[in-house]
């Protein structure tokens, strides 16, 4: 699915996306997305020619120094790879929920920002995700806008338009379209149609997401191996992320170490695959069945004129290897009509580059 194997990659990692979009002036534009997975930055890199993108697992782990006995903390793909019995995603519903889990967000956030360099006097644009929870969306909003950056311009987006942007071209085009975006994340299934940089007839399902595929793999698996192996569902996500492929999935082997001593080899046929195909089909079902009559029933000319373009696809789920196409062959025949699907080359990272493209538009404009 991505290059993100947690178990192997360093607590940041940083590549280079060919869009041009520094300022070479005044202040540098910023993009931020606080994923309930993973947290990406997107800033000029130094040689003003791209941009670097800074990824990480959003979770921490503490634990007690051996020498001193003080509480230390770990961030990132490095928490997670060490204490994954203790690790905490501090946004697993995708917000914030209480001040507990935003003050441990703001922790991880500024020293994300600290170790990164993030420049103070930034225009910050930052993608929120369409979830109807007033109060988590004001403690994300004051993690991030209390956070020391963005000192020149701070502005949010919904994770949904800035993840369609990097699908339309190489700069804002998507702002003067009309379309249906769906985002396929781990805590939601988010769904808006656009027109014109206009968010309408925005709908949220909590009943389909990624995490749920974790947790589905982790059963299957068991299933499979009638009991003789339990993965957790950070295990299950590598799984997800290495393996699923709805164009040339190929079964893999993995060895868990016995109770008793000794280990055990294992072979993975169905597991995967079964439980990506079941949440394609989940949502397909909530988006033909729920969100489209609710946006021809509030906006039937936007609803016409949507279906003519392609729907983009956006978010973690949307980087498995051809669910593109299964996307479009499941959603035509629901809905007895042609339908075309396209995505960013990224998708897990589109809403970061597109918010920082408007965050160098609004840059240059101020």
Not at 23 to 42: F, Y
Not at 93 to 108: I, Q, V, W, Y
Not at 126 to 135: C, F, L, M, Q
Not at 153 to 181: H, N, Q, T, W
Request: glycine share 8%; with cysteine; hydrophobic share 35%.
């Amino acid at each position: 699915m991505s290059d993100d194997d947690a178990a192997e990659a360093t607590t940041e990692e940083s590549t280079s996306d060919s869009d041009d979009t520094s300022n070479s002036e005044g202040a540098v534009p910023v993009g931020v997305k606080l994923g309930s997975t993973r947290t990406v930055i997107g800033m000029p890199d130094q040689e003003g020619t791209g941009n670097e993108i800074i990824k990480t697992l959003t979770c921490m782990a503490t634990y007690e120094d051996a020498l001193t006995g003080e509480e230390k903390v770990l961030y990132g793909e490095e928490a997670a790879r060490e204490y994954p019995e203790r690790v905490e995603y501090m946004l697993r519903s995708g917000l914030p929920e209480d001040k507990d889990r935003a003050e441990m967000t703001k922790t991880f956030f500024e020293a994300l920002i600290d170790e990164n360099n993030i420049p103070t006097d930034s225009g910050v644009v930052y993608a929120i995700p369409t979830i109807d929870n007033p109060a988590g969306l004001e403690n994300l909003k004051s993690v991030i806008e209390d956070s020391g950056i963005g000192l020149e311009l701070m502005e949010s987006y919904p994770e949904s338009l800035c993840g369609s942007i990097p699908a339309f071209g190489d700069d804002l085009e998507a702002i003067d379209e009309i379309f249906v975006s769906v985002n396929m994340g781990s805590t939601n299934l988010e769904a808006s149609a656009y027109r014109r940089g206009e968010q309408l007839a925005p709908f949220t399902t909590g009943a389909v997401t990624g995490n749920e595929v974790d947790r589905m793999i982790a059963n299957y698996v068991e299933e499979e191996t009638q009991g003789r192996v339990n993965i957790d569902t950070q295990t299950a996500r590598e799984y997800k992320e290495e393996h699923a492929d709805f164009l040339d999935f190929e079964p893999f082997t993995d060895i868990i170490q016995q109770p008793g001593g000794g280990t055990h080899e294992f072979t993975i046929e169905r597991s995967v695959m079964d439980a990506v195909n079941e949440y394609l089909d989940d949502a397909v079902d909530e988006l033909a069945n729920t969100f489209l009559p609710e946006l021809a029933n509030d906006y039937m000319k936007v609803y016409q004129l949507a279906l003519d373009r392609p729907i983009v696809i956006t978010g973690g789920m949307a980087c498995i290897p051809g669910i593109l196409d299964e996307f479009e062959q499941r959603l035509s025949e629901e809905l007895n009509r042609d339908i075309e699907a396209t995505a960013a080359s990224q998708p897990d990272v589109a809403p970061t580059i597109g918010a920082q493209r408007i965050a160098a538009r609004l840059v240059d404009t101020n």
